[in-house]
């Protein structure tokens, strides 16, 4: 049985409060850690907003966000003592003629962890973090958190980041991306470097190729100002998509040490091999989804969404990509990421397909290729399909069965946290493992503008896909051309 230990005392600053990060995320994370008793009664959380709210408004904002978070039966007797814990402030962080004198005393003491969690957009990052260090907020003990994306390219990110830091040390910088806190993606340190049985198949030894997805049903969902402007590549593929291939890839580290991590997981980035003209149309496909059907609901096409102005629109909502490391692991073994909004289902999933067997001794279609199939969302777990006899007298047949490991199953009793409620409490800890560094954000960035890069200087064409589908035509061809077809869970021999 899992136990959760209590973290130290500390106070959180959520600027940002009255947003949907916040709402749906970070206030019923907190709510929850304060339910297993890793946070006790002298914590405080303070929200920061613009949004005028009294007390009563406020606390019922909450409630209500814990509420609809809340499996089964809210605990009222639990609410109550969190309840006591929470502080709200009207305030424009930006301003210079903030007044801040009631956030200094919402504060339980300088002896303690200080956290500035800044669940706003990314232009905010620089003046919120400058107008805590004016306002005499931050202490030797203050820690800020940055969600992703940081920056919208290498430049801007570099921004960010020499901004950020001319405030807090690099130490003490979280940049957060939610997927590292996922069950299954920690579980891919413990797979790799638990486990003997594969890290010596782990390499272009035995390894055919990986396929990376991270596929949404949502569309736009009233977020059209950013994502017009960012698309699928910097929305999802510069960070999270990175992220798992880094994981995926890496040499051993000598340590789980945040500094040791990172190393390990910027030398992948580095040897990420990007894009020119030529490349770029015969390794990439961008697209933009049309209307069509998610499940029985009819659903609108991207542009459909916009505004009036922005009709015309060539963002892409879908990007698949083929690319190699290069490295003596990894050398010749072809990584595909894909991305997507309005596919046919949500999941996020990783897909290690190992080589053929030398010498087919069973006949021909008898002898599929072994898989390593990780899923992160929905339903987290691991599956390894193995080949064995199907039962019966007469003809031997083959099939494809899983080993299945189902986190839902092998730990029904155990309510364990979901990402942003075990980050947040690394956070308190200190402890920046599942966190980038200046540097990886950097070697992400840079990757992800030489694709844009190529993209614009050969005028990718953008295709398209019917809302409901997973992705067009030529995302199948990137494979198919390969000998190769993108994983697909309802047909398990296909892939």
């Not at 910097?234 to 040490?257: F, V």
């Amino acid at each position: 049985m899992a136990e959760f230990v209590p973290v130290d005392p500390f106070d959180i600053v959520i600027f940002g409060v009255s947003g949907d990060l916040s709402r749906q995320k970070l206030l019923p994370a907190l709510f929850h850690r304060h339910c297993d008793g890793q946070i006790d009664e002298t914590c405080r959380i303070i929200g920061v907003a613009r949004s005028r709210m009294d007390d009563e408004v406020y606390l019922n904002m909450v409630r209500e966000s814990c509420q609809a978070a809340t499996d089964g039966d809210f605990p009222e007797d639990m609410w109550s003592g969190f309840a006591k814990l929470l502080r709200y402030h009207e305030i424009d962080a930006t301003s210079q003629q903030a007044d801040w004198q009631p956030v200094k005393e919402s504060f339980m003491g300088d002896d303690r962890p200080r956290i500035f969690y800044l669940a706003v957009g990314p232009r905010l990052y620089v003046p919120i973090c400058k107008a805590i260090d004016a306002a005499g907020l931050k202490t030797s003990l203050s820690r800020v958190v940055l969600e992703k994306p940081i920056g919208s390219d290498l430049e801007s990110a570099q921004s960010v980041n020499d901004g950020v830091e001319s405030v807090f040390d690099e130490n003490n910088i979280f940049r957060m991306d939610h997927y590292l806190g996922k069950e299954t993606v920690q579980n891919l340190l413990i797979l790799r470097f638990a486990n003997m049985l594969f890290e010596p198949l782990w390499s272009n030894q035995t390894i055919d190729h990986i396929q990376i997805t991270v596929a949404e049903t949502v569309g736009l969902e009233g977020r059209h100002d950013y994502y017009d402007k960012a698309g699928a590549v910097r929305d999802i593929m510069q960070n999270h998509l990175l992220q798992l291939l880094c994981l995926i890839a890496m040499e051993p580290p000598n340590s789980l040490d945040a500094e040791n991590v990172r190393a390990e997981k910027i030398k992948v980035l580095r040897a990420l091999k990007g894009f020119d003209a030529a490349t770029v149309n015969e390794n990439t496909v961008r697209a933009q989804y049309t209307r069509g059907h998610i499940g029985e609901a009819r659903v609108k096409g991207y542009r459909d969404t916009l505004p009036e102005e922005l009709q015309d629109s060539t963002t892409e909502t879908y990007a698949a990509i083929k690319t190699e490391i290069a490295n003596w692991r990894w050398a010749g073994v072809p990584f595909y990421l894909r991305t997507g909004k309005r596919m046919t289902s949500r999941r996020s999933e990783i897909v290690i397909q190992f080589k053929s067997t030398p010498h087919n001794v069973f006949g021909e279609g008898q002898n599929q290729p072994n898989r390593l199939v990780l899923r992160l969302q929905p339903d987290e777990g691991m599956r390894l399909f193995m080949q064995v006899k199907e039962p019966g007298p007469g003809h031997m047949t083959l099939r494809s069965i899983p080993l299945d490991l189902s986190y839902a199953r092998s730990f029904s009793t155990l309510k364990y946290p979901d990402a942003y409620e075990r980050l947040l409490m690394d956070v308190v800890r200190g402890n920046l493992a599942l966190f980038m560094g200046h540097e990886e954000v950097m070697a992400a960035w840079a990757w992800t503008d030489d694709l844009l890069s190529a993209w614009q200087e050969n005028d990718q064409k953008l295709e398209h896909y019917a809302a409901g589908t997973d992705g067009p035509l030529h995302a199948n061809l990137l494979l198919g051309r390969d000998g190769r077809a993108w994983w697909d869970d309802n047909n398990e021999a296909g892939a």
